[in-house]
């Protein structure tokens, strides 16, 4: 027996031993071998109760507290080990990683720089300064980092694997799969490698082979629960949903607490048919986490498909986003505010809440939109006098109101003039929460329905493929067509937009947004719709034209200011570019300029310059605004979130 086994084996035995600092640290560094990270904790915490000066049981404290991903606790006890070992490089390796998944860079950086002076070649170091390439978004940096380590370190376990793992993120399944094999070849009994070979895999798409790997890294440890869980992932993504139902199960007996388990036994049970008990099964995860915002989406989606408008269950979960915008509206936070409110009528739309939304409208200063959503809930049967008499005041307040004087009714005539088809391609998925990318599609389409500029139009969210989203778009008469990605870990989101022009399926542009902390999903969605938006034309029409006099079905609301100055084209001669955002047209098509003097909410009107001596402009004719090019509609360097929690395993 070894003498580790032997000192956890007294430890268990005769609590007195219990007492010594140096055996509490040796069991706790016993079950860090184990990777039984909370008990790890306890014994060193005990450890340095009673000698608050062993430097070793602070450090192993922090990388427990690193590996239960506490970031801000790891870094005070990792501080407080240097401060007892000073000139411990292994220490100023552990802050640079604690840094850098903290976000903060540069003080990672100057950690990092400051060993490699010392020692240019300390693996560890090396491994923090590709850990902070990949952060900062220079993958291929890491990647020449890694493959100079590896020459020096032919053999090392850790070194192959991140290799293996960038090349893949990066798209050069080839290359990973030559790392990953020389990882397995030269440990062929390492349970972790066989993990990160089947991860390789499902990236790539190869899913049989992705699946014997997960199964061989279960068979060297049965009770490894992210091989389980990636296992459970791939048998929903091969259609084998009543597995994945019952590795998720097993997940749950393990771990009564693990959500991600318990969304995808929903997400299965759901293509199973069972839609009740999907419903109930997605409500238990919430029970433990109201926040996992892919649980929710999926549980408000069922019940959006499933339950009649009258259903309480609407009202009860409605009244989630309902409390939280009222908690925004008392932070002045205006338009988190009307996205909760918004999100709360997408599952309710009879709620009385409805008159708060109106309220934010008003104070936002669109008295129109406010009183049409008044006048909405008089339609629905659920206005109160209150109500009644806030829309007769300000139909009289409105009767001098510009859109009046033209004999125009908004809600009739003011139109989206860019349809925009919304996907997910199915062999798209996530680690964490599988389907991430049809739910999150799910979610930026419901976003779309509130842009002024974007219809976004109804069909299937799942595609098996890039070439049938073409077809199906192309079919039903898209502009353009947004294939949505997730990558994302346990703290960290990116939301990926792929867009492409319908009538070619060339691509017109990449969008993406990273977002990290509460409300991470949300958040990037919103900021990708608007990218995506912010760099399509402004696009109207011409309603009416008269004695020099043009009015336009976009206003205040869309960003039109007065002075703003607007080719007007002829009718059906615009045509989508074949790549890239907008649209073309020739300078015999342009047969007017359209400069703006009156702004109303939803509409507005200027004078008309015809081109040429005869005049050919006429109502129906487009209007176009195009938007100067700015660098945040490229895109965001982005840090792979996925990427960045699987490396931080490898410690």
């Not at 904790?41 to 690193?66: G, Q, T, V």
């Not at 309220?359 to 008295?367: F, N, R």
Request: with cysteine; glycine share 6%; net charge negative.
């Amino acid at each position: 027996m070894k003498n580790k086994e032997i000192i956890v084996l007294l430890l268990i035995s005769c609590p007195l031993f219990a007492q010594s600092p140096s055996l509490l640290y040796e069991q706790g560094r016993s079950f860090m071998v184990q990777e039984d990270w909370y008990s790890a904790s306890e014994a060193l915490l005990e450890s340095l109760r009673l000698n608050p000066s062993h430097a070793e049981a602070a450090a192993a404290l922090a990388e427990c507290y690193y590996a239960l991903e506490e970031f801000d606790e790891a870094l005070v006890w990792v501080k407080k080990a240097r401060v007892l070992a000073r000139g411990n490089i292994g220490l100023a390796n552990l802050e640079a990683f604690i840094l850098i998944s903290q976000g903060q860079l540069e003080k990672a950086s100057a950690v990092v720089n400051e060993t490699l002076t010392r020692e240019p070649y300390n693996k560890e170091a090396l491994f923090a300064a590709s850990e902070l390439d990949i952060a900062r978004g220079r993958a291929g940096d890491a990647v020449k980092r890694y493959q100079d380590a590896v020459k020096r370190y032919p053999d090392d376990r850790r070194l192959l694997v991140s290799l293996a793992l960038v090349l893949g993120s990066l798209g050069n399944g080839e290359q990973a799969r030559v790392y990953i094999e020389r990882a397995i070849h030269q440990h062929p009994d390492d349970y972790r490698i066989y993990y990160y070979a089947a991860y390789l895999d499902a990236e790539a798409g190869s899913l049989g082979s992705a699946v014997n790997y997960a199964e061989r890294a279960l068979f060297y440890k049965p009770d490894f629960p992210d091989a389980r869980s990636l296992l459970a992932n791939l048998r929903y993504r091969t259609s084998q949903f009543a597995e994945a139902e019952r590795l998720a199960d097993e997940a749950i007996m393990s771990n009564q607490k693990d959500i991600n388990a318990r969304y995808l036994k929903g997400m299965a049970v759901q293509e199973l048919g069972r839609l009740a008990d999907a419903r109930a099964v997605f409500a238990s995860a919430l029970a433990i986490d109201p926040n996992d915002e892919f649980t929710r989406i999926a549980l408000e989606n069922r019940i959006i498909k499933d339950t009649s408008l009258e259903d309480p269950l609407r009202t009860r979960w409605a009244s989630f986003h309902f409390d939280r915008a009222r908690a925004y509206r008392r932070q002045n936070l205006s338009d988190q505010a009307l996205f909760e409110y918004r999100r709360g009528l997408r599952i309710n739309p009879y709620a009385r809440d409805r008159k708060e939304y109106a309220e934010i409208l008003k104070l936002q200063g669109y008295p129109s939109r406010h009183t049409e959503e008044l006048r909405f809930m008089q339609e629905i049967g659920i206005a109160d006098k209150g109500v009644d008499d806030i829309v007769e005041a300000y139909n009289a307040l409105l009767m001098d109101a510009p859109f009046k004087q033209w004999g125009i009714d908004p809600a009739v005539s003011v139109k989206k003039h860019w349809n925009m088809a919304v996907f997910s391609v199915v062999s798209q998925s996530s680690v964490f929460h599988a389907d991430a990318g049809a739910l999150a599609a799910s979610y930026i389409k419901d976003i779309l329905v509130h842009d002024r500029n974007i219809a976004p139009l109804e069909l299937e969210l799942r595609q098996a493929s890039f070439s049938q989203a073409f077809r199906e778009a192309r079919t039903a008469g898209a502009d353009y067509f947004l294939v949505v990605s997730v990558n994302e870990n346990q703290r960290d989101i990116s939301v990926k937009g792929e867009l492409f022009t319908a009538r070619t399926g060339a691509s017109a542009g990449v969008f993406s947004a990273y977002r990290t902390g509460a409300d991470r999903l949300r958040n990037a969605s919103v900021g990708l719709v608007d990218r995506v938006s912010a760099s399509l034309p402004l696009r109207a029409e011409l309603l009416q034209y008269k004695q020099g006099q043009g009015l336009i079905d976009k206003g205040k609301v869309d960003g039109v200011k007065p002075d703003m100055i607007f080719d007007v084209v002829q009718k059906g001669h615009a045509v989508i570019k074949n790549d890239g955002v907008g649209v073309s047209y020739s300078a015999d098509d342009v047969v007017g300029k359209l400069t703006i003097n009156m702004v109303d909410e939803e509409v507005a009107a200027g004078s008309v310059a015809r081109n040429g001596f005869f005049d050919r402009i006429a109502v129906g004719d487009e209007i176009f605004l195009h938007p100067e090019k700015s660098e945040s509609e490229a895109g965001e360097t982005l840090a792979d979130p996925e990427l960045r929690s699987l490396l931080r395993t490898l410690r």
